[in-house]
Every structure is written in C-alpha cells, then in structure tokens.
C-alpha cells in the first residue's frame, strides 16, 4: 500500500459569530493572507476558500461571514445563507468562540450547526486569558452546550495550538485522493480577492470614522503577462464617507490603492496596476440589483 492510499482530504467550514478571528484563523492555517481581516465585526462578506496541503492530507477550508444576529438589511440576509451553504456537504465544521466570552450571539449562530456533521469547537484567543485556570471549567461548561467532536483553545494570531487543531481535523477526514495540486492556495478567483484586499486596507486606513456600508466592485481585470490592470469602484451610502476615503488631496485613497496594490503582487506573484473610484450609491445594502451585481444569490 502506498502513502497515497492513506491520503486524506476534506471539506472544513469555518463559522461562527463576527470578529472571533475565523479569517485571522485561516490565513495562519495557510501562512498566507487570503482573507481579510480587521478589528471591526462583519469583515468577510463572501465565502472565501484555502487550500492547505500536507504529506499526508489535504485540508480545504472554507472561511465565512461572521453570522449575523444583530441588523437585519438584505445585505446581512444574503451573508447569513453564504455561511448556512458553506455548512452543506464538508466533512467537519469548526465553530469559532473567543474563549470566556460565549454569549448571545454565539448561541444564535450555535442553532445553526449541523446535527450530522463533526462540528469541532474552536476557542480561540487564549493568548489574551490572564488566568489559564479558568479554561478547565469554560471547556466543561461549553462541552455540555452542544454535542462538539472535540474542543480545541487556540490563539490564531499568536499561532498556539494550530497543530493540534490540525491533527483533530485530521482525524475526521476521510480518506481521499487530493483535489487540488499542492501549490494551489485558493479556488477564489484573484478579481473577488483584489476587491476584497481593496476592503481591508479602506478599513484599515480609514479607522472608526467608516461605517461598514461600503463595497468594492472590479470593474476590470486585465490578466497580461507581466502585469495585471485592475480598475476598481469603492461604493459607500454618503457624500461625506465619500470625502473620507479620498482624504485631504487624494492622499488617502492613494494609500489604500498602494497598500492593496502591494498585498495582491504578493500573492499573485506580479505587478500590479490599480486604479480605484469612489461613488456614492445610497442604502446599496437593501438594493438588490446591487446585491446581485456583487454576486449574492437573493
Ligand atoms: N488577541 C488575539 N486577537 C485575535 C486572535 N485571532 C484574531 N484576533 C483579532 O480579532 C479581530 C477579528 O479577527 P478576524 O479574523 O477578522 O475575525 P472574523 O471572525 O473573521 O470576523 P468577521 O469576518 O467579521 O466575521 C482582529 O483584530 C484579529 O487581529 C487571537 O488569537 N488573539
Ligand atoms: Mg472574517
């Protein structure tokens, strides 16, 4: 029998309530930025998948929107079913809680798991528990919320614990040929990533001061030999967040262009052109010929 025959590979959805580090989370599963993330709540909007190869498995996750409880435009609709289809058809689901803080919110997206899956519970961010002897209690206390496979702490950011994380997933594979080539680490086509890179640096550069009713179109997307021309549309609901983004003589938004500019080279391995328009298009997140121009299926 050869090492292949044993070979594993798997579907794993990464769910949970916003802002508990499942982006953050995969992107350190990968060692690699496919996925945005950021210090506000609701920062994926689409399904975003990684690819992660091993000599003996291949793990392909699937990141998510963090579940929506608390507003409720066509927007956040759309988001919740992005993360109840991604739970279709894998082979384990990870559901993500900060350790110690498990609250309402996550008991609304806890309703949403899978009662026929392996559903393994992540508590993530152990690096900020000023005493470790209260993890004892919280693991017992979480273990008789739901029927978990397994129950692993992690700290995503600081990269404690991901190999044992990999190793429980590892046991719920099943056993299976690869899917994709070793060096592939998304499926996600490079145009929904440079819109959603564009996203994180407007986040990033522009502070509080942003309402999250913004959204990034490609409206081009040259793919040449050497260099790949993107031209980009950012959305926002109001003149003055217009002002905002573009900042006092452009310079603002020539830093989010430079930014986003630099992370796409880096992980499409050429130079890139970009250029990005901001335009005002009020309450777009209960339009739905804007909804669907984004791809959400409403
Ligand atoms: N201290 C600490 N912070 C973390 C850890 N993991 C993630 N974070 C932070 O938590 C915040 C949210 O992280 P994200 O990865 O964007 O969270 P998310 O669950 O993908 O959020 P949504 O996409 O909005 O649902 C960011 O500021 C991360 O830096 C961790 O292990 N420890
Ligand atoms: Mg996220």
């Not at 982006?23 to 690699?32: D, E, G, V």
């Not at 291949?58 to 579940?67: A, E, L, S």
């Not at 680490?185 to 001061?209: H, P, V």
């Amino acid at each position: 029998m050869s090492v292949m025959d044993n070979f594993r590979t798997g579907h794993i959805a990464i769910v949970g309530r916003p802002n508990v580090g499942k982006s953050t989370l995969l992107n350190q599963l990968l060692q690699q930025k496919i996925s945005i993330t950021s210090k506000k709540a609701q920062t994926t909007r689409f399904q975003i998948n990684g690819i992660l190869t091993e000599s003996n498995a291949q793990y392909i996750f699937i990141d998510t929107p963090g579940f929506q409880t608390q507003f409720s435009s066509r927007l956040n609709s759309a988001m919740n079913r992005v993360v109840r289809r991604s739970m279709h058809g894998v082979d384990v689901v990870l559901f993500v809680i900060e350790v110690m803080l498990f609250g309402e919110r996550d008991i609304v997206a806890m309703r949403e798991l899978p009662k026929d899956i392996p559903v393994i519970l992540v508590m993530n961010k152990i690096d900020l528990m000023a005493d470790k002897n209260l993890l004892l209690p919280f693991t017992q206390r979480m273990s008789s919320e739901f029927d978990f496979a397994a129950i692993v702490p992690v700290s995503a950011s600081q990269k404690i614990q991901l190999t044992e994380l990999l190793s429980t997933i590892y046991s719920y594979l099943p056993i299976s040929q690869p899917l994709y080539s070793s060096d592939e680490i998304t499926d996600c086509s490079q145009y929904l990533i440079a819109g959603e890179f564009i996203r994180e640096k407007m986040f990033r550069l522009t502070g509080d001061e942003l309402p999250y009713s913004t959204a990034v179109v490609i409206d081009q997307f040259i793919d040449q030999e050497k260099l790949i021309r993107i031209h980009a549309t950012i959305f926002v609901g109001k003149s003055n967040q217009k002002a905002i983004i573009i900042g006092k003589n452009g310079e603002k938004l020539k830093q989010i262009a430079m930014k986003a500019r630099q992370e796409m080279e880096l992980l499409f391995g050429k130079k890139v052109f970009l250029q990005v328009w901001v335009k005002v298009k009020r309450d777009w997140v209960n339009n739905e010929a804007v909804l669907k121009s984004f791809g959400y299926e409403l």
